[in-house]
RNA sequence: GGCCAGGUAGCCAAGAGGUAAGGCAGCGGUCUGCAAAAUCGCUAUUCACCGGUUCAAAUCCGGUCCUGGCCUCCA
């Protein structure tokens, strides 16, 4: 059984798909206009998470990301550097696309959707909407009216009768029937815009979502997710949207991960308080780290980042780097373990049970930790054999589809290196420590590590 | 003001009526020529606070305090 905290119930619901064993996910993806910080890739770990877990389940997951790349902030950047605006989005798309593969953010089966690319079909689904009579004409703008749509509020749960309006009010908004009416197509200004059946101009923000959501998984479809911040207003008005446009549900779950905290404020481009993927990097820190550290604490926790804790996640992710290369190169071969081989099993099944209980990843962790330290346990005691340490890799590499804090193992080292291996090797079998451990520091300085064992010296990159 | 999330050891973090998982760090022991890795042991009579319900509460109820978010673009 697998459930999900559905925002639009305030509950853990029971995960049904609408199809059988096929899961529809619409997940809102960067605006490109700069490079994201740490706090929105917190969001794409989340969702990569979900997806990963669902596929791990055998969902065969549908799942788009959309790329907002016209919008207020992407016109003012490309104005500033006299470009266009492909041009100036495409850097921050391709940055985009390095930071996740970096923080190994899976790419495949996910439709990479453009707000550009798709101008049609928003005006298609603007059009159905003024044809009911649930959007109307302004100056050039086009609007959604509110009023038309009883159930607004129904996700964000606002009542909005006792709500005072914002205070803010764009210049090219004044038109609007009721202040809460928000903008379909933003009336021709500029350079920025397209020519067609409703006039010229460009799209709102929220349409986008909407027309590449049902383009690509239909008028109904299972999962919507993104951050908190994103319920209202832009989850909201997409629901209003969709389902007066269709009459039918828009989407069965939706998902929300909370913020991530930076000294107790909320990570954010207009608190200045951000850190891109790129300045950890630049700092030194393993993105794999970072990957653990963001998706280690609960979905809809909020997290406070401090760098004392990627450190921690550095050392964890080390740790189980190290257990795993541990037993991929044992050698040993003692009596089975069968208690090992039954808590393989349990496992598993505390990682499916724990992931399926809305993500429960503390809990996942925990289970495979338990697992490392009774392995550890029976290696000490010569109580394990080939087969459990298969047993044991095929579990960890089973979960690390999900996970992904395994790396590569080194599988090259320099001729250079290897000589002063072997040379240290030499000094201790003459007993002369001091010559070894001048060759260990040296090594350590080249980044690599030594670890004597029974069977000789045993070396690693330092990470 | 309305709505929402959260307050559990030095740090991170599970648990949601049955007597505090796990990780990191630290300390002590084993192993080692010394390290590293590994391992063993120790590290919250207590879960923001105050009442209440109960045989039993970190978990339920009432109240209080604190932090953060949304209500305007935002993952």
């Keep these: ?13 029971i995960f049904q798909p609408i199809e059988d064993k096929i899961v529809k996910i619409y997940t809102c993806g960067p605006t490109v206009y700069d490079f994201a910080h740490i706090g929105n890739f917190r969001a794409y770990i989340f969702e990569d998470i979900l997806h990963r877990f669902l596929e791990y389940e055998g969902f065969t997951v549908k799942r788009v990301m959309n790329i907002t790349d016209i919008d207020d902030k992407t016109i003012i950047g ?35 959707s453009r707000a550009t690319e798709n101008i049609p079909e928003m005006v298609n689904l603007i059009k159905t909407l003024l044809e009911k009579g649930h959007a109307y004409k302004k100056e050039n ?28 009010v764009d210049a090219d908004e004044y038109e609007k029937e009721s202040a809460r009416d928000f903008v379909l197509w933003k009336g021709e200004k500029d350079d920025f815009s397209w020519d067609t059946e409703i006039g010229k101009g460009r799209p709102g923000w929220h349409i986008e979502c909407s027309a590449m959501g049902m ?11 993104g951050g908190v911040d994103n319920i209202f ?11 007066m446009a269709t009459g039918k549900p828009f989407v069965k779950y939706w998902l929300h991960c909370q913020h991530l905290m930076v000294n107790g404020e909320k990570m954010s481009k207009s608190k200045g308080n951000f850190y891109t993927l ?21 979905y809809r926790d909020p997290l406070n980042f401090t760098e004392k804790s990627l450190q921690q996640a550095k050392n964890t992710v080390d740790r189980w780097n190290d257990f795993y290369r541990r037993i991929k190169f ?13 808590q393989c099993i349990k496992t598993e099944n505390i990682f499916r049970e724990s992931l399926g209980d809305d993500l429960n990843i503390s809990m996942a962790l925990a289970g495979i930790f338990e697992l490392m330290h009774s392995t550890n346990n029976s290696i000490t005691e010569n109580n394990i054999n080939r087969e459990n340490l298969e047993e044991i890799s095929k579990i960890i590499e089973k979960v690390d589809y999900v996970l992904q804090v395994l790396k590569p193992f080194e599988d090259s080292i320099d001729a250079e290196i290897l000589t002063l291996i072997e040379k240290r090797e030499q000094a201790r079998k003459e007993k002369d420590f001091s010559q070894a451990d001048k060759i260990r520091s040296i090594l350590q300085e080249k980044g690599i590590i030594l670890e004597d064992t029974p069977l000789g010296p045993r070396w690693k990159q330092k990470k």
């Excluded at 703008?141 to 803010?168: A, C, M, N, Q, V």
């Design 278 to 298: 790129r300045d950890l990097l630049k700092k030194g820190y393993d993105p794999v780290a970072i990957r653990y550290l963001l998706m280690s604490t609960h």
């Design 215 to 225: 383009k690509y998984l239909g008028e109904t479809f299972d999962m919507h997710t």
């Design 1 to 13: 059984m697998i459930t999900f905290f559905n925002t639009l119930t305030r509950k853990k619901e």
């Design 78 to 112: 490309a104005l500033k550097e006299n470009i266009s605006l492909n041009q100036f989005t495409e850097k921050y798309i391709e940055a985009f696309f390095e930071d996740i593969k970096k923080l190994r953010i899976k790419t495949d089966n996910i439709i990479f």
């Design 233 to 243: 207003p832009h989850h909201e008005n997409e629901i209003a949207q969709c389902e």
């Design 141 to 168: 703008s086009i609007y959604f009216r509110i009023s038309s749509f009883p159930e607004y509020g129904r996700l964000s749960h606002f009542d909005f009768s006792k709500i005072k309006t914002g205070t803010s």
């Design 330 to 342: 044992l050698n040993i071969d003692e009596r089975k373990n069968e208690q090992i081989s039954q």
